[in-house]
């Protein structure tokens, strides 16, 4: 595959893949000196036209550590406030010479429309979709996939060391991109994936892909081996969804109490950014025994390396 825009179509295979290329680059960022030539002269353009902390230097650090030469698009200091467009925008970074464009854009299908245009024009560049709208974020999915087998076999992770495991998502399903690719890949890889949340944010064909639903947080989290918590898109919803913080936390935010119903080894997980003390409580997630969430953003540069040396070597 040239691009990476959803993982709809992503095999066990190419879950593997990335996977154990991730899991070599991990050791590589262990090293002391933690450049590769791999991508040396190749320009990787990181086009966030969406705000973003984690996405946009995790990419930037993995192409400087493969050494790649990277170019940064800010939308406030950009031609777009002059009306240029989007895709004329991709236009221009692909005169420069960049190989791969790593996407974020607000609105779902954004990097797909990119990618038809590049093919169109060069066919030699490589589209990365680092979240549109609430469609995919398929580089956080991975590097959950990532940080949930290392957690299991930190020696030796594979993708099948998923399979059987109860997985918890709770939150804000309907806004979510990471939801939706989350839902690929632990589907494919074997997971048992349960979805809780309020009706109001928690579509009902969802049950149609092969989570199981819940409207109440209990039963999701009983026997969970890992609970997904999601941030609250408050930027998203056109209408206030739930009836306050305050009922939404006492509802369904994730507590060290809650966490009682779980497997004995039960493991938080969060995208980030957090709404402390809505989704998930303050001490919980600063709590190293029972949270990943620092281990998501860690495994995050080696997720993005291997898809962007995947890319990268293959154009
Ligand atoms: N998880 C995530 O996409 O975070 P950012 O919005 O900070 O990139």
């Known amino acids: 595959r040239r691009h990476v825009i959803s993982l709809a179509d992503f095999t066990p295979n190419d879950y593997e893949t990335v996977l154990q290329t991730a899991v070599s680059f991990l050791e590589v960022l262990s090293?002391?000196?933690?450049?590769?030539?791999?991508?040396?002269?190749?320009?990787?353009?990181?086009?966030f036209f969406e705000s973003s902390t984690r996405t946009r230097n995790s990419?930037?650090?993995?192409?400087?550590?493969?050494?790649?030469?990277?170019?940064?698009?800010?939308?406030?200091?950009?031609?777009?406030?002059?009306?240029?467009?989007?895709?004329?925008?991709?236009r221009?970074?692909?005169?420069?010479?960049?190989?791969?464009?790593?996407?974020?854009?607000?609105?779902?299908?954004v990097p797909l429309a990119i990618a038809r245009d590049m093919d169109a024009l060069s066919g030699k560049v490589a589209i990365l979709n680092a979240g549109d709208g609430k469609h995919e974020h398929p580089s956080q999915a991975l590097l959950d996939l990532l940080t949930l087998c290392m957690y299991l076999n930190p020696k030796t992770p594979t993708a099948k060391d998923l399979k059987g495991k109860k997985?918890?998502?709770?939150?804000?399903?309907?806004?979510?991109?990471?939801?939706?690719s989350n839902l690929w890949s632990l589907l494919t890889n074997g997971a048992d994936v349960h979805l809780a949340a309020p009706p109001t944010l928690l579509p009902p064909e969802f049950a149609e892909y092969g989570a199981k639903i819940h409207y109440s947080l209990d039963p999701a989290?009983?026997?969970?081996?890992?609970?997904?918590t999601l941030r609250l898109q408050m930027e998203r919803m056109g209408q206030f969804l739930i009836p306050s913080l305050r009922e939404y936390h006492a509802k369904y935010?994730?507590?060290?109490?809650?966490?009682?119903?779980?497997?004995?080894?039960?493991?938080?997980?969060?995208?980030g950014p957090v709404n402390r003390g809505v989704e998930i409580s303050s001490d919980l997630m600063d709590d190293p025994r029972l949270s990943l969430i620092d281990k998501?953003?860690?495994?995050?540069v080696a997720i993005r390396m291997s898809l962007l040396y995947l890319l990268g070597t293959a154009i």
């Open 296 to 300: 998501q953003v860690t495994n995050g």
């Open 31 to 47: 090293r002391r000196n933690k450049k590769v030539p791999t991508l040396q002269s190749k320009v990787v353009a990181n086009l």
């Open 167 to 180: 997985v918890a998502i709770v939150g804000d399903i309907l806004h979510s991109r990471v939801a939706r």
């Open 221 to 228: 989290l009983e026997d969970a081996d890992f609970v997904m």
């Open 253 to 271: 935010g994730i507590t060290r109490d809650r966490l009682a119903k779980c497997a004995p080894n039960v493991q938080v997980l969060h995208p």
């Open 59 to 90: 990419f930037e650090l993995a192409a400087k550590r493969l050494s790649a030469d990277t170019l940064n698009f800010a939308p406030g200091t950009s031609s777009l406030s002059k009306g240029e467009t989007i895709l004329d925008t991709a």
């Open 92 to 109: 221009t970074f692909l005169a420069m010479g960049t190989d791969i464009m790593v996407i974020r854009h607000q609105s779902a299908g």
